[in-house]
């Protein structure tokens, strides 16, 4: 069996990560099944596989972590590779060799609801394709998994709901790096395009009557240039901060020097990063959205996504009193608890072992 994972710090590099190294930390607990991953070289750093076979990519391309590049690289490693099933850790799958059995993971379906409409161009050919073709689909929450029913018309049977563990391990703590603003901030860590809301977001902080600082942690993509141009309207332009790239350990330090995250979120699949800041204690403001409510409700201020007010009034709030903050941490480590990085990977391992290579159909699954 065989995952193609490529890299990067994205959400579903950064899922695949997670989930690679948990199969690994596994492995001896599914002996019956011989796993193998295939990746870039800085995958393969990333992972650390100790146990699982790792197969390095022969390609060298210098966009390979992102894009098209990732997209023709798991390509050609699936038409190649010896294997017996293949394991995709997004809603992708084998079309250059489309006899092969595959599972595949569903994070969302943002492309049909008009976020990302260059971007994922590919998306909207290639994901209903490998929707209706795999043997067996993971939707990591169960907002993708009705929205698999309701718009690709996959059937519900098809499909297991596994949630994800916080997406970053737990790092020791050392010192903060020097891109750390010198005072508090509120920080969001994400794509930094349309559906993210951050215009919104940027407003509300102009509005907050707060001593702190704004800190914009991800990589430009669609509709960047709304962002940059809210920040050149905002009056307190000067203490918004955007940081583009960052290792694990520089995001791991935002975490925990944060004075709180704030995901205003128009549309999210499962909201990984609400659930790395819970577990580490930073406080969560994030989008009364479906996917958000399911994953992270207990443990985050939910606020409406489109109202500015209710964002200004809540980042006051989190810094005029301390009593909410706290609170806030506590029901964040509640919610992050129920979470499991190795439980992800058993219910994985569970989902391949149960898959009949021979039928396109699963075997009774029985945990």
């Not at 391309?61 to 010896?82: T, Y």
């Not at 260059?118 to 990591?140: G, S, T, Y």
């Not at 996504?305 to 809540?314: F, K, L």
Request: charged letters at 25%; proline letters at 6%; a positive charge.
């Amino acid at each position: 069996m065989v995952g193609l994972l490529a890299g990067g710090h994205s959400g579903v590099p950064r899922y695949a990560q997670s989930l690679a190294r948990a199969l690994d930390e596994i492995s001896r607990e599914f002996t019956e099944l011989r796993l193998s991953l295939i990746t870039t070289e800085a995958g393969a750093e990333a992972v650390g596989a100790r146990t699982i076979e790792v197969r390095p990519l022969s390609v060298r391309w210098g966009r390979l972590n992102r894009g098209l590049g990732r997209i023709v690289a798991e390509q050609l490693a699936a038409r190649s590779a010896e294997t017996d099933l293949l394991y995709f850790f997004d809603l992708t799958g084998p079309v250059l060799a489309q006899q092969r059995p595959f599972v595949a993971t569903a994070h969302d379906l943002s492309h049909l609801h008009s976020f990302g409409r260059f971007r994922q161009l590919h998306k909207r050919r290639l994901i209903p394709w490998a929707a209706r073709h795999a043997r067996a689909l993971v939707a990591i929450s169960a907002f993708t998994k009705d929205e698999l029913v309701q718009h690709l018309r996959v059937p519900a049977e098809k499909i297991r709901v596994i949630r994800s563990g916080p997406g970053m391990m737990m790092r020791p703590e050392t010192p903060i790096p020097a891109t750390v603003p010198g005072g508090p901030f509120v920080l969001f860590v994400g794509n930094l395009t349309e559906s993210k809301n951050l215009p919104l977001l940027i407003r509300a902080y102009t509005r907050a009557n707060i001593d702190a600082a704004l800190v914009l942690l991800g990589r430009p993509l669609e509709r960047y240039g709304d962002i940059v141009a809210e920040i050149a309207r905002s009056s307190r332009r000067a203490r918004i901060h955007v940081i583009h790239d960052a290792t694990d350990n520089e995001v791991d330090h935002f975490y925990r020097a944060a004075t709180a995250l704030v995901l205003p979120s128009l549309y999210e699949g499962f909201g990984l990063t609400a659930l790395e800041a819970m577990q580490r204690s930073c406080p969560v403001l994030a989008s009364d959205i479906p996917a958000i409510r399911e994953i992270s409700g207990g443990g985050a201020e939910l606020l409406p996504p489109y109202d500015e007010s209710a964002w200004a009034t809540a980042l006051e709030r989190l810094f005029a009193d301390a009593a909410f903050r706290d609170e806030l941490r506590a029901r964040g480590a509640e919610t992050v608890a129920r979470y499991s990085r190795s439980q992800t990977a058993r219910e994985v391992r569970l989902l391949m072992r149960s898959v009949d290579l021979t039928n396109p159909k699963l075997v009774p699954h029985h945990p």
